[in-house]
T-cell receptor, first 111, second 113 residues
Framework: EPEVTQTPSHQVTQMGQEVILRCVPI?????FYWYRQILGQKVEFLVS????????KSEIFDDQFSVERPDGSNFTLKIRSTKLEDSAMYFC?????????FGPGTRLTVT | QQQVKQSPQSLIVQKGGIPIINCAYE??????FPWYQQFPGKGPALLIA?????SEKKEGRFTISFNKSAKQFSLHIMDSQPGDSATYFC????????????FGKGTHLIIQP
């Protein structure tokens, strides 16, 4: 069964450093998403991506964040200058028609 | 911001019982309502979803009930098993376009043997 994959599973970085989180969506899906989940809290929408451009973004997705689909398979989230409060699980999701399928997540720890 | 309110925050049920988790939404433009199951350290896994043209949907032991006029929907788990112990999230979105899901705060469910 096709699934969304994410790398790395855990990323530790120092405050102020740039990080890139990587995702491989399900191959025939057209819509791509990033969400985050702070420990013990709900899943929060960050950004959606369709037809090689951002479709929608939340207020969390400020100028520190960017997304890219550099080739036909990968989808990346970049955080330019990480803050302590960026520590969270980051989930990629993809969708074809209706259902969104989530990857296993990347745990980002900012020290 | 348009919220999805979920209750209860935690729930303990004996094996074989029927846990019920409730959600309420505000945005009348929402027309797609999925439920996700999440185990510790894992991503949310889609369980079942409903659209407002039906009042109930069943898939295996999972049932969604939907009340459009009250803007509420709920998840029932029939014949619950200890393996169902997880955190359950309701969510909502507008089905068309690329809108993200708005999630509830989650329900931590424990099924006791």
């Amino acid at each position: 069964e096709p699934e969304v994959t994410q790398t790395p599973s855990h990323q530790v970085t120092q405050m102020g450093q740039e990080v890139i989180l990587r995702c491989v969506p399900i191959s025939n899906h057209l819509y791509f998403y990033w969400y985050r989940q702070i420990l013990g809290q709900k899943v929060e929408f960050l950004v959606s991506f369709y037809n090689n451009e951002i479709s929608e973004k939340s207020e969390i997705f400020d100028d520190q964040f960017s997304v890219e689909r550099p080739d036909g398979s990968n989808f990346t989230l970049k955080i330019r200058s990480t803050k302590l409060e960026d520590s969270a699980m980051y989930f990629c999701a993809s969708r074809n028609l209706y259902e969104q399928y989530f990857g296993p997540g990347t745990r980002l720890t900012v020290t | 911001q348009q919220q999805v309110k979920q209750s209860p925050q935690s729930l303990i049920v004996q094996k074989g019982g029927i846990p019920i988790i409730n959600c309420a939404y505000e945005n009348t433009a929402f027309d797609y309502f999925p439920w996700y199951q999440q185990f510790p350290g894992k991503g949310p896994a889609l369980l079942i979803a409903i659209r407002p043209d039906v009042s109930e949907k069943k898939e295996g032991r999972f049932t969604i009930s939907f009340n459009k006029s009250a803007k509420q929907f709920s998840l029932h788990i029939m014949d619950s098993q200890p393996g169902d112990s997880a955190t359950y999230f309701c969510a909502a979105s507008k089905e068309g376009g690329a809108d993200g899901l708005t999630f509830g705060k989650g329900t931590h469910l424990i099924i006791q043997p």
